[in-house]
């Protein structure tokens, strides 16, 4: 199948400017099974004018509820917006949403309701309510529910308990379709098994997405902005490039001797810059294999050479300014990432780097700011990568003890589907380039990010805590990559197998009653 950008036709009325942003190519990818449509059901056409989507059946639920678990503010930054209205967006991203829900609502019968939960994004109270309802009751409890939004640990843990729908098993439901990502999805696969679903129904998860921002005026004194977007076009946008622009820009500026946070700096960001950056090389910890099972690919000669770069990179205190070097700094609130906001909104910090996320809180910066993808490695590395960030993901995940499986099922695909043509467009269109772009090569920027997000399999799943692999490194200020990989690696495999095993031996559920 092939897959388009959905981002098309970026405009910016602030500056009075048009953005005309293609696909930045088509990929190929390749498609999960596809699902099974029961005989008795009729298929209605449809009129894209109307918003209606061919081949998608049409049916009448009679006033059915269909419940979703979110999340609340006790989450953050991650509580849900893009189910319902809410006051966490503007006027144009709720009136998307608004409309997706409405026609959905309209043209089936039914009311879309939400029961948020807290605690935190993983963990949490929504994880509790989960397995409850699995394990006390089904879909006879009080508390049935028919979807889940789900952080990424606390699907992965639920799944492999059976709690889940093989989304590639339901009626209704093509993973194939525009609307579903299915490269994202199979990077979290395993055994074949699709069980979390990521698309154009729940956009909160490209907030995660990174990126690199920089001061365009800032930047004069050392490239040019034109320069910075030609080395992105060209696919000439590396670590060697980056490295030895931020290496020329360190002086003190506030007389504490040594870097400090009132000094001047090429870069910031924090610690958690090493997994977006080592997957952004196109290094991955953990791969599919053409069975479907999952293989240990953290340490290899090319991926111990990138490594060594990236913490030469990351660890040079007067180039990278890592917030998490002055966690004990006093002066933040919420975290030290905020010496970096302000250094980077002061003036004071050429790059910044972060997730798509917290765009909309550099606008109070009196300068033009520019986007730019994560480097590559080498510029004959074959694509820009970028990592979905696994904290605030959202992972859509339909319980075994849903109330209707079928109804929900087609309430989804029929959501995603609407949601590629309002939501999802909004949110590229207005929310993130109307909001945080300031020219069109920066509108190019997101879209190269938005094409190329995906999961790092072995950084979702954790076995062994194999993520502590890379990030122990950076801690202890040791490159210790190899030690670390060898002190793991037997214990990584081993719950890797349990995790396989236990996927192979996972359900197929009865065949659903007509």
């Not at 997994?275 to 910890?285: D, E, H, K, P, Q």
């Not at 590229?428 to 879209?447: I, N, P, T, Y």
């Amino acid at each position: 199948m092939m897959k388009r950008s959905i981002l098309t036709s970026v405009f910016l009325s602030l500056l009075a400017l048009t953005l005309l942003l293609s696909a930045c190519g088509d990929k190929e990818i390749s498609p999960p099974p596809d699902a099974t449509q029961p005989s008795d059901v009729t298929t209605a056409g449809g009129d894209p004018g109307t918003g209606d989507v061919p081949d998608i059946p049409i049916m009448d639920f009679d006033g059915s509820e269909v419940v979703f678990l979110t999340r609340n503010s006790e989450c953050g930054d991650f509580e849900t917006w893009d189910l319902l209205e809410t006051d966490l967006q503007g006027d144009s991203m709720n009136a998307a949403i608004v409309r997706r829900n409405s026609y959905i609502q309209d043209t089936y019968d039914v009311s879309i309701v939400q029961r948020q939960y807290g605690g935190s994004v993983n963990e949490g109270e929504m994880y509790t309510a989960i397995y409850n309802n699995f394990f006390n009751g089904g879909a006879a409890a009080e508390d049935a529910f028919h979807v889940a939004y789900c952080g990424v640990t606390d699907a992965i843990r639920l799944a492999a308990s059976g709690i889940f729908y093989d989304l590639s098993e339901l009626p209704y439901i093509d993973l194939a379709s525009s609307w579903w990502d299915a490269e994202a999805m199979s990077s979290l696969t395993i055994a074949n098994r699709y069980y979390f679903g990521v698309g154009d129904i729940s956009v909160q998860l490209y907030d995660t997405l990174p990126c690199l921002v920089f001061n365009k005026m800032m930047a004069q004194d050392y490239t040019t902005p034109d320069e910075l977007y030609r080395m992105v076009e060209e696919g000439n946008w590396t670590y060697e490039e980056f490295y030895s622009i931020i290496r020329e820009v360190y002086s003190d500026a506030d007389d504490v001797a040594g870097p400090s946070v009132g000094d001047r700096f090429g870069a910031g960001g924090q610690n958690d810059n090493l997994y977006c950056f080592f997957y952004g090389s196109g290094c991955r910890t953990v791969t599919t294999n053409q069975n479907g099972d999952p293989e240990l690919t953290i340490y290899s000669e090319q991926n111990n050479t990138v490594f060594t770069d990236l913490f030469e990179l990351l660890t040079d205190r007067e180039a990278f300014f890592n917030c998490n070097d002055y966690a004990n700094v006093p002066g933040w609130e919420s975290s030290p990432i905020e010496f970096v906001i302000d250094g980077f909104i002061g003036g004071r910090v050429l790059f910044y780097s972060d997730g798509l996320l917290h765009l909309p809180e550099l606008r109070e910066a009196s300068f033009e700011f520019g986007i730019l993808p994560v480097p590559k490695y080498t510029a004959g590395q074959e694509s820009y990568y970028h990592l979905i960030g696994m904290w605030g993901a959202t992972l859509v995940t339909v319980p075994a003890g849903c109330p209707d499986v079928k109804m929900t099922a087609l309430l989804l695909e029929a959501m995603g589907a609407q949601s590629e043509k309002t939501v999802a467009t909004e949110y590229f269109e207005q929310k993130l380039a109307l909001q945080s772009v300031r020219d069109s090569e920066s509108a190019g920027s997101l879209g190269i990010i938005i094409d190329t997000k995906g999961f790092d399999m072995g950084q979702c799943f954790r076995w062994n805590d194999l993520h502590l692999i890379l990030g122990d490194c950076l801690t202890q200020k040791n490159n210790s990559f190899y030690s670390n990989y060898q002190g793991k690696v037997s214990g990584i495999q081993i719950e890797m197998n349990k995790t396989i095993s236990a996927y192979q031996s996972l359900p197929h559920y009865i065949e659903l009653e007509d």
